[in-house]
């Protein structure tokens, strides 16, 4: 395993529901982010976080919020979702230097909006 | 603007076969340029980068890359193929000093016995 670990791995929620992914990353890493993945489509760049700071937001819709507690923790809290939103979400940590730090994956979680 | 390109959806090959997934990248400045390869259920995990220097880089499972910056490509190889190596393969690249990772569409790789 990579040492990234997400949670839940499946989720299916409504339209109207709230919920939140979790991911934890055990490597010691001072950089997270947060990735959408669609089928035949470019992972999606969502946030990234750095330091505990978020340095990048991709002109991600409202209904997206991402929260960073920590160096270890990333949090995406979902509420009223679209179902053109069902997707894998991956969160990856990696040890930012100058821009050649190889970014470590987790297994993603697997949203289906109903 | 960078970008990534990955021409082919789907690449072919017979075990024992050489392969080639092909990449091509655009950005301003000098790149850093990486593949990843995504299992059925899993995330993607890192194979090789390019940093600097030699511009035939070698990493995992015994796959290697060429950099070229006259054609701004960075097509993935292997000389021999295995059923195991059937997967989903991404290359990516990053400018130097820059925060954000661009990922290619992604190209299937089937390796028949």
């Known amino acids: 395993e990579t040492g990234v670990t997400q949670t839940p791995r499946h989720l299916v929620m409504g339209m109207t529901n709230k919920k939140s992914l979790k991911c934890e990353q055990h490597l010691g890493h001072n950089a997270m982010y947060w990735y959408k993945q669609s089928a035949k489509k470019p992972l999606e760049l969502m946030f990234v976080?750095?330091?505990?700071?978020?340095?990048e937001n991709n002109s991600v819709p409202s209904r997206f919020s991402p929260e960073c507690p920590n160096s270890s923790h990333l949090f995406l809290h979902l509420h009223t979702l679209q179902p053109e939103d069902s997707a894998l979400y991956l969160c990856?940590?990696?040890?930012?230097?100058?821009?050649?730090?190889?970014?470590?994956f987790g297994p993603g979680t697997r949203l289906l909006v109903l | 603007a960078q970008s990534v390109a990955q021409p082919e959806d789907q690449v072919n090959v017979a075990e024992g076969n050489p392969l080639t997934v092909k990449c091509t990248y655009s950005?301003?400045?000098?790149?850093?340029l990486f593949w990843y390869v995504q299992y059925p259920n899993r995330g993607l995990q890192f194979l090789l980068k390019y940093i600097t220097g030699d511009n035939l880089v070698k990493g995992s499972y015994g796959f290697e890359a060429e950099f070229n910056k006259s054609q701004t490509s960075f097509h993935l190889k292997k000389p021999s193929a295995l059923v195991s190596d059937s997967a989903l393969y991404f290359c990516?690249?990053?400018?130097?000093?820059?925060?954000?990772?661009?990922f290619g569409a992604g190209t299937r790789l089937f390796v028949k016995a």
């Open positions: 990856a940590s990696s040890q930012r230097t100058s821009g050649e730090e190889t970014q470590y």
């Open positions: 950005v301003s400045g000098n790149p850093y």
């Open positions: 990516a690249v990053r400018e130097v000093g820059g925060f954000k990772t661009i």
């Open positions: 976080y750095s330091l505990e700071e978020r340095v």
